[in-house]
C-alpha cells in the first residue's frame, strides 16, 4: 500500500495523478481535515501536526508516503527526514515529498532561468522550491508568492467566477513583471484552476502542476527501488486497480463531498474518521 | 478578569466593543489560531475544541467567559452549559455566548419580522440564531446565509477591494430578495467590512453588529448580577482601564498582526502562546 498524506482535500489532485499512472497499486489516503489548513500556521506547528501524520503511517506498517502537501513538504518534511527517516535503523519507512520532483521537472523546463511559485504563506516562507532549485542550478531566479485566497475559492467551487479571476490576476501581475517561462502550481488544490493560470499568463508560461511531477517522479522511484516496490501490495492482475482507502480526522461527509465534487473519486461510505 | 474567547482573531472585535463600553475590567482573551477556522468542521470537533478552551478558563478561575465566536456558541455552548453550567455544584463560573444578546437586540428592532442572518457554514447549519429568535417571537421569518469566503478576505487585508464586494454581492443577493428589515452578522470579522455591508444592502436593512451587542449584554448582565461582578477583577480608579492579557495557540507574531491591524490594540510582546 503507498500512503498519500495531505492537510486535507487538495492531495486528492495528486491521489488521483498516481492512480492514474499506477492504477494496479493500493493506496491509503489520510487528509487532516480537523485541522486544515496547514499553509497559514507556524513552521512548528505544520512540523507537530504532519510527524502526528506520518506515525499513523508508520503504525499501519506502510513502507511508502508521499507528503501529497507543498506546506508539509516544504515547512515539516526536512525536518522529519532528519529526525526518523535518515537512521537506518530507526525505520526503514520511505516519504517522498512534492518539493523535490517539481523542482526537477521545473529546473528541467526553464529556457530563460527564470521561474515563478504560487503556494501557501508558509510553504513561499519557507523557500523550499528556491532552496531546492539552487541545488540544482544556483543561476536559476525564483519569485514566490502567497495566495491564501485561492484555496477558500476552490472549496467553496467558485474558481471559475469572474471573482475568482480577478483576484488571481492580482496575484499574478507580479509574476507576469518577473517574466518567468515557468510557473509552479505549489499546492494541490491549485491544478483545479489550471485552465485560469494559463489564460491569465499566456502562451509563454509554462504552468507545471505539482501533481504529476509527483505521479511521474513515484513511477521512476519505484522502477529505482525495487526492495521498496516488492513490499506495496497491489491487485495481482496489473491491469486491473488495487485498493483505495480513504481516511480523514474531521467530518467524513465533506470529505466526500470534495472528493466526488472534484475528482469523480470517492463514496460517503468508504471514508473512514482516523484519530491522529 | 473577564475572558474572551474565540477560533482566532475575529473575537477581538468583540474584545474592543466591551473594552469601550467596560474599560475598567481587566481582560484575558484566548484565540485558538492553532485550529482556526472552526466555520467549516463537524459539530462534535467544535464542541471539543471550545471544550478545550472553556477548561482553559476555568484552570484560571475566570468568573465570566465569554463565548465570542458564533461559530463556538451556535454548535457547542448549549452542550457545554448542560455538561458543566447547569450543575451548580459543578461550577460556579458563567458563559455567556453571542447568539441569545444578539437574537434579543434584533427581535426588539424587527418591523416587518423577517431576519437575516449571515455566518460561517456550521453557524448557519446549527439554526441557533433561528431557534433563538422563535423563542422570542415564533412569527418571525429567519433566512440564513453560509458566507466562507468573507473571513479569508477580510484576513488577506482584500476587504475593501473590489473583488471582495463583487463576492459580498453575490451572497447578498439571496437576503434582497427574502427583504429583511434586519441582517445579523453572524461572524466576528465581519464588522470589519460592515460599511460594505451597509452599501449593498441600502438604508432599508438595519445591519446589526454582534461585537456591539455583545458589549451592551455584558453591560446588563454585570448590573443584573452583582455576586458575579463583585468577583472581577479590575483597575482600582475606574476611569482608568484594566489589564489585558492576550494569549493564542500558535504563532504569537501573527496573532499580534491582526491585533494591530484590525484593531489597533495588541503588541507581540504581550502575546503569550498557550496550549489547550
Known amino acids: 500500500m503507498i500512503g498519500i498524506f495531505d492537510s486535507g482535500y487538495g492531495g486528492?489532485?495528486?491521489?488521483?495523478?498516481?492512480?492514474?499512472?499506477?492504477?494496479?497499486?493500493?493506496y491509503l489516503?489520510?487528509?487532516?481535515?480537523?485541522?486544515?489548513?496547514?499553509?497559514?500556521?507556524?513552521?512548528?506547528?505544520?512540523?507537530?501536526?504532519?510527524?502526528?501524520?506520518?506515525?499513523?503511517f508508520f503504525n499501519k506498517k506502510i513502507p511508502l508516503t508521499i507528503f501529497a502537501c507543498n506546506t508539509?513538504?516544504?515547512?515539516?518534511?526536512?525536518?522529519?527526514?532528519?529526525?526518523?527517516?535518515r537512521t537506518p535503523n530507526v525505520t526503514n519507512k520511505k516519504v517522498?515529498?512534492?518539493?523535490?520532483?517539481?523542482?526537477?521537472?521545473?529546473?528541467?523546463?526553464?529556457r530563460n532561468k527564470r521561474i515563478a511559485v504560487i503556494g501557501t504563506r508558509a510553504t513561499i516562507a519557507s523557500k523550499a522550491y528556491e532552496k531546492e532549485l539552487h541545488k540544482i542550478d544556483p543561476s536559476i531566479r525564483v519569485f514566490g508568492v502567497a495566495a491564501p485566497l485561492l484555496t477558500p475559492l476552490i472549496e467553496e467551487g467558485w474558481h471559475h467566477k469572474p471573482e475568482a479571476r480577478s483576484i488571481l490576476k492580482k496575484y499574478l501581475a507580479p509574476v507576469k513583471d518577473f517574466a518567468p517561462d515557468v510557473l509552479i502550481l505549489g499546492c494541490t488544490h491549485y491544478p483545479i484552476m489550471h485552465d485560469v493560470f494559463e489564460d491569465?499568463?499566456?502562451?509563454?508560461?509554462?504552468?507545471l502542476d505539482s501533481s504529476t511531477a509527483v505521479a511521474d517522479s513515484l513511477a521512476d522511484y519505484l522502477k529505482r527501488h525495487p526492495e521498496i516496490e516488492s513490499q506495496l501490495t497491489k491487485n495481482a492482475d496489473p491491469s486491473k486497480p488495487g485498493t483505495?482507502?480513504?481516511t480523514c480526522t474531521d467530518s467524513p461527509e465533506r470529505f466526500s463531498e470534495f472528493a466526488k465534487k472534484f475528482?469523480?473519486?470517492?463514496?460517503?461510505?468508504?471514508?473512514q474518521k482516523v484519530q491522529l
Do not use: M, W
Open 29 to 56: 489516503y489520510l487528509g487532516d481535515n480537523l485541522r486544515v489548513p496547514y499553509g497559514s500556521r507556524s513552521p512548528e506547528t505544520i512540523q507537530q501536526f504532519s510527524e502526528d501524520a506520518l506515525k499513523f
Open 96 to 110: 517522498l515529498g512534492v518539493i523535490i520532483p517539481v523542482a526537477e521537472k521545473a529546473a528541467r523546463r526553464t
Open 200 to 207: 491569465i499568463l499566456g502562451p509563454r508560461v509554462h504552468v
Open 72 to 85: 508539509a513538504s516544504a515547512a515539516a518534511l526536512p525536518y522529519l527526514q532528519e529526525k526518523y527517516l
Open 263 to 271: 475528482l469523480g473519486i470517492g463514496d460517503a461510505t468508504t471514508v
Open 12 to 26: 486528492l489532485t495528486v491521489l488521483k495523478a498516481c492512480i492514474k499512472a499506477l492504477p494496479q497499486y493500493d
Open 244 to 246: 483505495r482507502i480513504f
